[in-house]
């Protein structure tokens, strides 16, 4: 079973001038990240434009970086229908992913009894580790604290979460409820300004779009945390800042493609 700690860059996903998926440069860009200390990989994920790739592409982007990769692959699996993500999902587990990233349903919001059932058969369709991905600014839609810590507890393979809710209430308030129950269950961050602060509230690390760029000082960055030296930790912080910043300066995945051009 996967570990789910440290750093995996939500990776870009390179296209040629024709349109078509850049095999080759997604090829290095893989092997750019692991270069870096990356703990594993997240392709198709909101980063790598999963919305918009067709079928074909999204399982061509999976089959290359699992192909080409030498760390955990965590594959982008989501979608506002049930049915395509349970394909996705089954695809990659198939492909040798050794887990999947599933976004909230985005635009349909669904009640919270819908958004269970949406999860629970994507979960009952394959025996991989799933890692949910709660980001209200992108769905419209906010999984709140109780309902995330009823999903980890109800559907057996959902392992963690990427959150990029914001709230650190909420997070905390997750992170408190699945240690009081003892659920094998991980909380990692999904914006990298908010690394630190989940992480000090116990957080494991971050699904990372500034590692796609600097992936050895994200990784230092996270095992400096990890190890309980924060100070070290703030240090590195301070000097990715900016560029956490600029990654945000038009939509994501503007900043980071212009940045790896």
């Known amino acids: 079973m996967l ?4 750093v995996y ?56 970086v699992v192909d080409c990769s030498t760390v955990p692959v965590i594959a982008g699996t989501g979608s506002n229908n049930t049915k395509e993500a349970v394909e996705f999902t089954k695809y990659a587990e198939d492909a040798g992913a050794e887990a999947c990233l599933l976004i909230t349903p985005y635009y349909n919001k669904p009640n919270v009894k819908g958004l269970k059932e949406h999860f629970k058969r994507i979960g009952d369709s394959v025996e991989l580790p799933l890692v ?20 980890a507890a109800e559907v057996e393979n959902i392992k963690g979460v990427k959150e990029a809710s914001g709230d650190l209430k909420q997070i905390g308030a997750i992170i408190r409820s699945v240690t009081e129950r003892g659920l094998d269950f991980t909380v990692v961050a999904g914006d990298d300004f908010l690394t630190l ?22 990784s230092e960055m996270v095992a400096a945390m990890l190890k309980g030296e924060v100070e070290k930790a703030k240090e590195i912080n301070i000097r990715l800042f900016s560029l956490f910043e600029a990654m945000f300066l038009e939509t994501n995945p503007i900043p980071v493609k212009k940045a790896r051009r």
């Open 132 to 151: 949910l991905y709660n980001i209200p600014s992108r769905t419209g839609q906010n999984v709140s604290a109780a309902t995330m810590v009823e999903l």
């Open 9 to 64: 860059p939500a990776l870009i996903t390179p296209f040629t001038k024709d349109d078509e998926v850049d095999k080759e440069g997604l090829r290095r860009l893989v092997e750019y990240a692991i270069e870096g200390g990356v703990a594993g990989i997240v392709p198709c994920g909101t980063t790598g434009e999963s919305a918009s790739l067709s079928p074909e592409e999204h399982k061509e982007v999976i089959d290359t």
């Open 197 to 218: 602060p989940i992480m000090s509230l116990g957080g494991k690390g971050v699904i990372s779009v500034v590692a796609n760029i600097a992936p050895r000082e994200m």
């Open 3 to 6: 570990k789910i700690e440290g």
